[in-house]
């Protein structure tokens, strides 16, 4: 009996794997495993979710931009594209134009968070080109068929700084804003400016003049 025992003890550490043998075994099963992984892929819903989330943290990349190039233009159609360089900082391109051929293009960069987070920057270039603006004449004894019209085309930039010491409700503001008027010919139904008027009548007719305000 005491054979049979010691024989089936002897049987049973046989079958057993050595402990160096079970760990190659684990390290085999887990390098097939590695050869598995593969990126999560989200399905259509957790997409559709992690869209939304983008933009509201953010809003949409494209957006409707209706601003006119000047009053008057009538129906305007318009877009812009916003870009994010870096976490915080964006760059809006947009442009406007009317079916009288009143344009507007420009491009603004935003840097919101400056000397730890107390001052924001907004630097904004553009060029705008008004085609049928009216003019009265001076004085104020003027009527409605008294209209002519002139145009202007004014490239312009605009660098604008907000600071808030401490982060407190007071802001202090600092910019400049840089601009070129350049007249040019009246389109539309009235008369062009130049054919009502002369240099002698109008002082400043024809001119282009530069602006520098801050």
Known sequence: MLLALTATNASAQEQQPEPDSRAAVIEQEQAEKATQLHPYVPNK????????????????????????????????????HMSYLGPHNTLDVRGSFTPSGYTRLEAEFIAPNLLDRQASLSLVGGWR????????????????????????????????????????????????????WQQTPGKGSAQSVEEVYTPETLPGLGTSVSYVHS
């Open 45 to 80: 819903a957790e997409a559709y979710l992690d869209y939304a989330e983008r933009m509201l943290e953010r809003g949409p990349r494209f957006h409707p931009f209706f601003i006119n190039a000047y009053s008057g233009g009538g129906f305007t159609l318009g877009a812009g």
């Open 129 to 180: 080109d008004a085609t049928e603006v009216g003019f009265y004449g001076t004085g104020t004894a003027n009527s409605p068929d008294d209209r002519a019209n002139y145009g202007f085309k004014q490239p312009y930039g605009i660098a604008t700084l907000d600071v808030r010491p401490g982060r407190r409700a007071l802001v202090l503001r600092t910019g400049v804003d840089i601009s070129e």
